[in-house]
């Protein structure tokens, strides 16, 4: 079964002044099912109010990668 685990390495460089100074990052993200959001919302008093397509207006598609939701404390 897999993790559901995506890992992204990121090299952030910032100026200072003429020199450069480098950074990275290392971010792990877990998905997660929509029954088990709406599950989550739900057990933490959350309603539900809208879902979207990642940074749409439109609602998400059945193959969408990644949803916004939007939720308010009952």
Avoid: M, V
Avoid at 35 to 64: H, M, R, V
């Amino acid at each position: 079964e897999s993790s559901r685990l995506s890992t992204f390495c990121y090299d952030i460089f910032t100026a200072k002044g003429e020199l450069w100074s480098r950074r990275q990052e290392l971010h792990t993200e877990r998905a997660h099912s929509e029954d088990e959001i709406k599950t989550a919302l739900e057990n933490a008093d959350f309603e539900l109010l809208a879902s979207f397509a990642e940074l749409s207006d439109t609602a998400p598609k059945t193959d969408e990668h990644r949803i916004f939701y939007i939720a308010k404390r009952k």
